[in-house]
């Protein structure tokens, strides 16, 4: 009995882990979009297709020590690491919703997607670049996981690379009521 009620769980949790996987491989797609979309409005970028490296960077938060906070040590590199207070400031200044959002955000650190499934209903302007592609550093972009708020907003990392150029952004996009997303802040986040 214990091992029909064991399989049951299993099953139940595998059919609800394939739905929300392809669930966020659409809101994927979507975010991407959105980034893509105010790039080329904003005349940075007007590749057609896109060349988009299929590997997701994972982002992990963190939370500083009290050392880094006060300016006596550094933090980890931001490449791949991003400090929730730096996150919380760039959504708010000062709000209520900071203790809930630092929490949500925390339990994020393990992504469900690790690579990029272009859906060529929304994003029908993309095509994944090949290793040999970004071997040779032919003009690309690669995008992190999306972290996601409480309230419907989230955050995003993109890299654009041209030959041996490199510049990195970080985006807060906010979910409209038709589903898509729109980007409300853009940040720097490096250059090479």
Do not use: H
């Not at 300016?71 to 791949?80: Q, S």
């Not at 929304?122 to 996601?148: G, Q, T, W």
């Not at 150029?165 to 980007?183: A, H, P, R, S």
């Amino acid at each position: 009995m214990k091992k029909i009620f064991w399989i049951l769980i299993v099953v139940l949790f595998t059919v609800s882990c394939s739905k929300s996987k392809k669930q966020e491989e659409t809101e994927l797609n979507k975010i991407v979009n959105a980034v893509l979309k105010y790039e080329s409005n904003r005349n940075a970028l007007n590749e057609n297709p896109y060349l988009v490296d299929p590997k997701l960077l994972q982002l992990i938060i963190y939370t500083p020590s009290p050392k880094e906070m006060l300016g006596e040590e550094p933090g980890p590199p931001p490449f791949l690491n991003k400090n929730i207070v730096y996150l919380l400031d760039l959504k708010y200044d000062a709000s209520m919703e900071r203790k809930s959002d630092s929490l949500y955000l925390l339990q994020q650190n393990q992504y469900i997607l690790d690579s990029l499934k272009i859906d060529d209903k929304i994003n029908s302007n993309i095509k994944l670049a090949s290793k040999e592609d970004i071997n040779n550093r032919i003009k690309y972009c690669s995008f992190s996981n999306p972290v996601y708020f409480k309230d419907g907003s989230t955050y995003i990392e993109a890299r654009y690379f041209d030959s041996s150029f490199g510049i990195g952004f970080g985006y807060l996009l906010e979910k409209q009521k038709d589903g898509n997303w729109m980007v409300k802040k853009k940040i720097n986040t490096f250059i090479t």
